[in-house]
């Protein structure tokens, strides 16, 4: 992979584009084949509802089919957890036609867990994961009545031993890998370069896994929050819409997981989001530097 200090562009097993630092990859999964599968999922469901919901129409107008002359019965298909509410089409009879406004609200749902592949450099944030549940949409009056939920599960993952060259990571100044013949190169590998990403230690031999932890959680807890602005900014955004039927709704709806995405990617563009996680991270990173290096001078390791 060469330097594990050099910021290269990479490729994950999915297809989609990663940037990747000493610490940190930001996978961003290419929006265009998410967007289509969430899009047409919304459409299989809207057309089961919209059979539902038509055959129902005719046995109330009185057009009833074979099988309910002999009183067989239609129910709604079970979405689960999302569900189009009764009246998409403007009610038994109801005008299609007419535009009608969009009143949503939508809750976002993240969660943050350790888990997934071993990154190729130190650490790995993989955040954009972005789908809508709990869909609910009905026609009240003259508008739509719109709840969806964005889930967005967010994961990170550091290498468990060894640093991406091999270098031993000191999880704390009694480590039991310093000595009193190692402890300055220790000591210099951890102390944070305020020249290099606002904070980036050299980590040639040494790194700190504990550290790396603390790096990737702020980047899964800063762009969580720009992930709940992207939500809310994307429901100003469809409340601003509107639609004659469910087909304009759905079609609303299929984007909002992008739309939320890109409001996360712009705000945590690099080097700035590196430069933030390294600062958070620097006082730590010196704090342990110099306590391995205060015992190291007073002849506090062993050989």
């Given at each position: 992979m060469g ?7 990479t490729?994950?097993a999915?297809?989609?584009?990663a ?9 961003m ?19 089961d509802?919209?059979?539902w919901?038509?055959?129902r129409c005719?046995?109330q107008?009185g057009?009833r089919?074979?099988a309910?002359?002999?009183g067989?019965?239609?129910s ?5 957890e ?9 009610g ?6 007419v535009?009608?406004?969009?009143v949503s609200?939508?809750n ?10 071993p990154?190729?450099g130190?650490?790995v944030?993989?955040p954009?994961?972005f789908?809508l549940?709990?869909?609910?949409v ?6 739509f009545t719109v709840r969806?939920t964005?889930?967005?599960?967010i994961t ?6 060894l ?5 031993v990571?000191?999880e ?5 890998d ?7 190169q220790?000591?210099g ?11 980036r230690p050299p980590?040639?031999e ?6 790396t ?5 702020f ?8 992930a ?5 900014r994307?429901?100003t955004?469809?409340?601003?819409q509107?639609?004659?039927n469910i087909?304009?709704v ?11 995405a890109?409001?996360?990617?712009a705000?945590?563009?690099y080097?700035?989001?590196?430069e933030?996680?390294?600062g958070d ?23």
């Open positions: 330097d594990a200090r050099d910021s290269q562009k490729d994950d999915t297809g989609g584009q940037w990747e630092t000493a610490d940190s990859t930001e996978l999964p290419r929006p265009s084949i998410g967007v289509a599968e969430r899009r047409n999922d919304l459409r299989r469901r809207v057309h509802r919209r059979g919901y038509e055959d005719r046995r107008s057009r089919t074979g309910e002359s002999r067989g019965r239609s709604a298909p079970d979405f689960g999302s569900q189009v509410g009764q009246g998409f089409l403007g038994c009879g109801g005008n299609a036609d535009d009608r406004a969009i609200s939508l976002y749902n993240p969660s943050i867990s350790q888990t997934g592949s990154p190729n130190f650490g944030t993989r954009y994961d789908t549940s709990n869909i609910d009905t026609l009240t009056g003259d508008s969806a964005v889930d967005n599960p990170y993952q550091v290498r468990t031993d640093g991406p060259s091999g270098q990571s000191i704390s100044s009694s480590d039991d310093i000595s009193q013949g190692n402890y300055k220790v000591a590998d951890l102390t944070p370069d305020m020249s290099d990403l606002n904070g980590r040639e040494f790194w700190a896994r504990d550290l932890i603390r790096h990737e959680l980047h899964c807890t800063e762009g969580r929050d720009f709940r602005d992207g939500v809310n994307a429901e955004w469809l409340n601003n509107s639609a004659n087909q304009g759905q079609d609303f709806l299929s984007v909002i997981p992008e739309r939320v890109a409001v996360r990617r705000n945590m563009t080097p700035g989001r590196e933030r996680a390294y991270g620097a006082p730590h990173y010196r704090a342990r530097a110099e306590e391995i290096r205060s015992k190291g001078d007073d002849e506090e390791f062993g050989e």
